[in-house]
């Protein structure tokens, strides 16, 4: 007896489905990374090991865990804003950038009580990132410029930026650190070992921004305006106007991550201090797949991935690697995706 | 009829330069070409006539290898052929100019005319690419640009672009599909003109086109399509535009009157709900598209918009609904001129909406039945009260809607593409029904969707005009047309040609007005 296996595609994917094809996605990419790992000659399960125990087998490990999660958290969510109104923010990294380094004047170059600077560098912070959005913004809402370019090349200008104050004018004249601005004076305060209130802060930010965005009629224009232009305009919904809002949401909202990097977690400005996590705020938002609370749980991943790195360094490998190990779940996951709209069925003949 | 051209007559006993014998085409649900039987002889300028859907396109298509018949014989200078590809029927001498031009526009116009041409030399500089079109003009007689970037040329120059690069590759038949559509009146005359040098030389010509003047200025003969069958083929010499007029609209009609109201039906009102009064406004290009439109609806009738399609029936629609300004003159609903106002105002003040491509205007297909379902009152309580959305509500309206459209819907989460077109259909009627309290836009409402779903969509239209809505109807059936409308008003190139009264209205009139003649008797003149 013969039988022929067919693949019937399902308009929706079952939910059970969908979030056991991720989890398959995510154990198969390890799976793929630690054979790779067992060919080059290192043992995977004492790295394994090794990893786990480092992450969570102490309260310093959590709690490197948890100053990763926070810019991850709102670079994540910056990108996922902007996909709300069907833009991508490829400059989060820029925008993070600039949110740290307006913060870093405040936080230099203004006198007074330190709580009043630390909410004065919030709000630098958030006008940075909106400022470093304010021209693809503009350009994408009045002349049509496609937003991932612009975005994406503004990044190179934020990075380059930073470098030159942190290394030139700002400077720290006094220490021993070359390369940075001096130590900032006004910190966000720590609640748990050296996690800072950022973390909550993060977490709020999240929860408010899903609000709006479901349980808000701005929401609901805004997710219309995004699916379908012309059918919001058939609809009469300012597109143009939210779209600029949406926007330079997203901006302030990376500009936060970099704010409360330099005021809760770094506490000066150099060179790098983005750690690249613009750029990963936009595999937290695919993997988030548009859903704001779900942004909470890829970060949340992806910090651990990271922090796997930083792990695996010491023992030896390269960053190569866990680069490789990310693109793998992302890949992965990809496939897994797609493949839980899938049905196989059977049928006799 | 050819004064430029000497007209070339074949010697006797030469077979057609082009045979269609039994053509026949079928897609799902859909007889597209049937019995058709053509022939066309070398010298003969030959049109194609008829309505929209009438089946002309499909039957070039056909002829140039796009399509393959499912019954019938193409027969070349004598001989059977098949083509399978647009290639094979250039290669026998077959060539089309699509009514959307097919150019690379960031290429050179030498550049597309040696595109794909097995005669293109292997290597070959960009001036001598030009030199080579350049002769190719001057041996064809039309005049191009050869450096120049068809993105900076005019539609007129882009036309003859592609009439070059036909008949650089020794096309003997050339098939043009509403070629004037994009041209300007003195553009149309050198097309013309180019065309009789073409024939004159033993060539043909299919002119596919729905203007009754210009076929019979241009063609020596004309066939007539009707519901994918032919209906006739007459020397353009024995035929006037009534003639043609009738023939093209034809009658095979059924008449299924659904003007009478039942008792208790809204009476029509004695002002109107809608005025448009002297109307001017642009199409998406910036070109004008409506002029000096005057247009009254009043409540409880059917205001018909009959035309062939892209004739500024979706230009009309927008305007009426406020989706696209005026440039100048005034929609008056109620008594209130409207102006500035945008289409949220409109939806406001009563007027639905059912646009003519649902899925592209009408709906966010990625998103779920409950978002699109609610789009014309998610402002308002109970979904929204002090700027809350309450998503609750929303599902609770959306149910409500799709009962009353009798759509079952197993989860109102899923995005709305997963709908039948029938049932999305039916969704946005009912949506915009609740709504049009003064008057209901319903653009092409019938397209797309199979008979049951076409009765129920004319049901719900005629539900709402007794209810006391204003309903203009813009439809290129003119069954549905004359069936449902107590006025009929036609458009042709932004215009409208007249309003007629749909008591005993004369068809072939209809007919007249969508191919762009305006001698109507005075009496039947409606203002």
């Known amino acids: 007896m013969f039988s022929n296996w067919r693949f019937q595609r399902l308009p929706s994917a079952h939910p059970g489905i969908a979030f056991a094809a991720r989890a398959a996605a995510v154990i198969a990419a390890l799976v793929f990374t630690g054979v790779i790992l067992a060919i080059s000659g290192a043992n995977p399960i004492v790295l394994a090991g090794e990893v786990i125990d480092s992450s969570f087998g102490s309260a310093f490990g959590m709690e490197d865990l948890a100053l990763l999660f926070i810019p991850l958290i709102l670079t994540g969510l910056a990108v996922t804003v902007a996909q709300q109104i069907g833009t991508w923010n490829i400059g989060a990294e820029g925008q993070f950038y600039l949110g740290a380094f307006s913060a870093t004047a405040v936080g230099l170059f203004v006198p007074g009580p330190p709580a009043l600077i630390l909410v004065l560098m919030f709000f630098a912070g958030v006008i940075g990132g909106m400022l470093w959005i304010l021209v693809p913004t503009l350009a994408r809402a009045y002349a049509n410029v496609n937003e991932l370019i612009t975005t994406l090349l503004l990044n190179f200008v934020a990075a380059l930026l930073v470098y030159y104050v942190s290394t030139g004018p700002w400077r720290d004249r006094v220490g021993l650190a070359n390369s940075a601005t001096p130590r900032l004076s006004a910190e966000v305060p720590e609640f748990w070992g050296i996690v800072h209130w950022g973390l909550p802060v993060a977490v709020l930010v999240v929860i408010a921004t899903a609000a709006v965005f479901t349980f808000s009629r701005w929401g609901y224009e805004v997710r219309l305006s995004g699916s379908n232009p012309s059918a919001a305009k058939y609809a009469g919904i300012p597109v143009r106007r939210h779209l600029i809002t949406v926007m330079l949401l997203s901006g302030g909202i990376a500009g936060l991550a970099g704010m409360l990097e330099i005021a809760g977690t770094v506490h000066r400005l150099q060179g790098g201090i983005s750690n690249n996590f613009g750029y990963l705020g936009i595999m937290v938002a695919v993997l988030a797949r548009g859903s704001s609370i779900g942004v909470i749980f890829s970060a949340a991943l992806m910090a651990f991935i990271l922090n796997s790195g930083i792990i695996l360094q010491t023992q030896g490998l390269t960053t190569s690697a866990v680069l490789a190990m990310t693109g793998l779940i992302l890949f992965l996951t990809a496939i897994g995706d797609e493949l839980s709209h899938y049905r196989i069925t059977r049928e006799k003949t | ?508 009139e209809i007919g007249l007005l969508m191919g762009g003649r305006t001698q109507v008797p005075e009496t039947r003149e409606v203002a």
């Open chain 2, 1 to 508: 009829m050819n004064e430029a051209a000497p007209h070339f007559t074949p010697p006797a006993g030469t077979p057609p330069i082009v045979q269609l014998k039994g053509i026949a085409k079928y897609f799902p649900g859909v007889i597209a070409n049937q019995d058709v039987d053509l022939e066309v002889y070398p010298g003969e300028i030959h049109a194609l006539l008829g309505e929209n859907g009438a089946g002309k396109s499909t039957l070039m298509n056909i002829l140039t290898g796009i399509y393959q018949a499912d019954a019938g014989e193409i027969i070349i200078d004598g001989y059977k052929r098949e083509f399978a590809s647009p290639q094979q029927a250039i290669a026998a001498g077959i060539g089309m100019v699509h009514q959307h031009f097919k150019l690379v526009q960031a290429f050179t116009v030498a550049e597309n005319i040696h595109l794909g041409w097995n005669e293109t030399p292997r290597r070959a500089s960009a001036s001598k690419l030009e030199r080579r079109t350049a002769d190719l003009a001057k041996r064809f007689n039309l005049q191009v640009r050869p450096g120049a970037r068809i993105s900076d040329l005019s539609t007129g120059e882009q036309q003859r672009v592609e009439i070059l690069r036909v008949l650089a590759r020794q096309a003997r038949v050339l098939i043009l599909d509403e070629p004037t559509a994009v041209l300007t009146p003195a553009e149309a005359r050198e097309l013309f003109s180019a065309l009789r040098n073409f024939v004159a030389e033993g060539n043909a010509v299919f002119f596919i086109s729905h203007k009754l003047d210009e076929v019979l200025e241009i063609s020596d003969r004309i066939t007539i399509l009707r519901g994918g069958r032919k209906i006739a083929t007459e020397k353009a010499s024995d035929c006037n535009p009534r003639m043609l007029a009738k023939l093209m609209v034809g009658r095979d009609i059924v008449l299924d009157d659904m003007r009478a109201r039942p008792q208790g039906a809204a009476p029509v009102s004695r002002e109107p709900v809608l005025n448009l009064k002297n109307v001017t406004a642009k199409g998406d290009d910036g070109s004008p598209a409506l002029h000096d439109i005057n247009l009254s609806v009043h409540a409880g009738e059917i205001v018909g918009i009959a035309g062939v399609a892209g004739n500024g029936q979706r230009e009309l629609s927008q305007v009426l609904t406020g989706v696209r300004p005026v440039t100048s003159g005034q929609v008056i609903v109620d008594g209130k001129p409207m102006g500035g106002r945008n289409a949220a105002a409109y939806a406001a003040g009563g007027i639905g909406h059912i646009p003519e491509d649902r899925l592209h205007s009408g709906l966010a297909p990625a998103l779920s039945i409950t978002i699109n379902a609610v789009m014309r009152e998610y402002m308002k309580p109970p979904i929204t009260s002090a700027g809350v959305y309450n998503p609750a509500a929303a599902t609770t309206l959306s149910k409500e809607i799709a009962e009353a459209a009798n759509v079952a819907i197993p989860d109102y989460g899923m995005p709305i593409r997963n709908l039948s077109g029938g049932n999305q259909q039916r969704l946005v009627a009912r949506r915009e029904m609740r709504i049009a309290n003064k008057v209901l836009v319903a653009a092409y409402p019938s397209r797309g969707l199979d008979v049951g779903a076409i009765n129920t969509m004319l049901r719900y239209i005629v539900e709402l005009r007794d209810a006391g809505a204003g309903i203009v109807l813009i439809s290129e059936e003119l069954e549905e047309l004359l069936n449902l409308s107590d006025r009929i008003a036609v458009l042709y190139e932004g215009r409208i040609m007249g309003k007629l009264d749909n008591q005993n209205i004369d068809i072939d």
